[in-house]
């Protein structure tokens, strides 16, 4: 009321106040949607941040669901936060366990020279050697989990490290369709 008053009362013509009006009026209709759809407007920005950096969740956090991209290696690469440091991870439903090589141990605050090497673990480039850890706190996409069983293999076993079922299986699910990972807390 106060703008239109003052539209009104600076105004000369009549037809240029009512267009200044009408555009006030759609300003705010506009306003008005982008308020009312900002949960839908937000799920689509995280959507296609997703498809630009496939290891970033698209976190639902109604649904408490983390939602990945596969990457154009074809995998699935899951950014992820152990005991505070940033770790990227392979979803990997093969693999028993976590699994962290000796560099992201080391970023995650185990020293891999102090570990025993003792369990003898199958791969898909032969059989290795790996150290038995518990991580104290794994945030996948805002999935946190704590105390966690995984294994750190010895220096130069691992390119990369992996999601395996000591997580996964905390889950009350997860789906994989043809290019997406959805993990469920």
């Known amino acids: 009321v106060v703008i239109a008053a003052g539209v009104f009362a600076r105004q ?26 900002r949960d839908d407007f937000q ?60 560099e992201d141990a080391q970023a995650v605050g185990i020293d891999p020279q102090r570990l025993n090497y003792n369990v003898m673990v199958s791969t898909a480039n032969g059989t290795g050697r790996a150290a038995s850890v518990i991580l104290d706190r794994v945030d996948v996409g805002g999935i946190v989990r704590n105390g966690v069983r995984a294994y750190v293999a010895e220096p130069g076993a691992l390119d990369m490290s992996l999601l395996g079922m000591t997580f996964l299986e905390t889950l009350n699910h997860y789906t994989v369709t043809s290019n997406s990972l959805e993990l469920a807390g």
């Open 12 to 37: 000369r013509r009549v037809g240029e106040a009512v267009r200044n009006l009408a555009l006030w009026a759609g300003i705010f209709a506009v306003a008005l949607v982008g308020y009312a759809y």
């Open 43 to 102: 799920n689509v920005a995280n959507r296609v941040f997703g498809e630009l950096m496939p290891g970033v969740a698209i976190v639902d956090v109604k649904n408490n669901t983390a939602t990945f991209r596969r990457g154009r290696g074809g995998h699935f690469q899951v950014n992820s936060t152990i005991n505070g440091a940033s770790v990227p991870l392979i979803f990997d439903t093969g693999a028993s366990a976590m699994v962290l090589t000796a």
